[in-house]
């Protein structure tokens, strides 16, 4: 073998250590901030478990009853589960103001389809989650396709939907009595049953059900991947060869089904049947626990976990200050701090990804 040529020679007086790199020890703060941005249920659960002990300190032992922690989650069944459903929106970096009124005539249709019309039960429930469906479809068309703001579209038929809630029910509610005469199936989730000296509803448990069913297909599914991708950039989302049209129709459709299904559970929550429950803040408070719960606004972060975790918080805050006799007006200033504490929060964390 021939030596080394001209140009190999000059690097025989160059240095050989090899490359290496200094370990520093990361702060607390960094790592925490990895931490809660790896685990976005994490700082929910943290708030949720903090408000559990200031109450039960405060009122005391009555607070930490069974009997009232499971009252608890039957105060929040409807508000979860339409939490679920804003959920998949936001996730999107989309919005859904219309959910709650979806909720609404969904019950309405249910209850006139059943027992107005006579129809069987079974039949009525399936009228009325297709009912939520085509609102959510039409919303989702619109987004997607129309490629419309999902805050404008959702605001119009937000007032389209309770505007034929109150046409087609003429405001007429229909009462508890009736109900459980010619349809006893509609108040099928206001089943309860006792664990103990716990007292859960068929209700709570369809909740806890929904919210695991979807952690479970936005983790471990395709189509949940999707949908964090396109809320977290949808131009590199389409370039990767998703659908985002399609992801976007599919979960303001599934968002409108799940308003349905918590129109089947607010009925055996509720006894009857009223139009005029339209005008209740539901979309507020759906938006509240998804906030609380981590989800982030800008889409793409968050755990569905967090948003059960954010509506058990405003029902701790609310049930901690009734049991105080303090004034109503606490819970409302309460939830404003802590909806403005979450997105401080979650601004804070994104910086990890900056």
């Known amino acids: 073998m021939t030596g080394a040529q001209e140009f190999e020679r000059v690097l025989d007086g160059s240095d050989k250590n090899v490359a290496s790199f200094e370990h520093q020890a990361v702060p607390f703060v960094k790592r925490a901030q990895h931490f809660l941005h790896s685990t976005p249920a994490a700082v929910p659960l943290i708030v949720l478990v903090l408000s559990i002990i200031i109450f039960g300190i405060a009122i005391g032992g009555r607070f930490f009853s069974s009997y009232t922690l499971t009252l608890i989650l039957q105060q929040i069944a409807i508000v979860g589960i339409l939490g679920a459903a804003q959920t998949l929106v936001i996730l999107t970096a989309g919005i859904d103001l219309s959910i709650g009124v979806i909720m609404v005539i969904s019950a309405v249709i249910m209850g006139n389809v059943a027992v107005t019309y006579g129809i069987p039960t079974p039949i009525a429930v399936l009228a009325g989650m297709l009912a939520g469906g085509l609102c959510g479809l039409l919303n989702g068309f619109l987004v997607a396709f129309m490629k419309l703001p999902p805050f404008i579209v959702t605001l119009g038929t937000w007032n389209i939907v309770m505007a034929t809630n109150f046409i087609y029910s003429a405001n007429e509610t229909i009462r508890d009595t009736d109900v459980d005469a010619q349809a006893p199936l509609l108040h099928f989730f206001a089943i309860s049953f006792r664990l103990g000296n716990a007292v859960l509803t068929l209700g709570v448990i369809a909740m806890v059900l929904l919210v695991l069913a979807l952690w479970y297909i936005l983790n471990h599914t395709a189509w949940g991947r999707h949908v964090y991708a396109v809320g977290d950039d949808p131009e590199a989302a389409k370039l990767s060869g998703i659908q985002t049209k399609s992801v976007l129709l599919t979960v303001y459709t599934v ?70 006799g303090a004034d109503p007006q606490w819970k409302v200033l309460l939830t404003g701090v802590l909806i403005i504490a979450a997105v401080a929060i979650d601004q804070w964390i994104r910086k990890v990804s900056v």
Do not use: K
């Not at 719960?293 to 889409?299: R, V």
């Open 255 to 324: 968002s409108g089904v799940i308003a349905a299904f918590a129109a089947w559970v607010s009925i055996g929550r509720n006894g009857s049947i009223s139009p005029s429950s339209a005008v209740t803040d539901y979309n507020l408070q759906a938006i509240t626990a998804t906030v609380i719960g981590g989800i982030s606004l800008f889409g793409g972060r968050g755990s569905i976990l967090g948003t059960l975790f954010g509506a058990m918080i405003v029902g701790v805050v609310s049930m901690g200050l009734n049991m105080l």
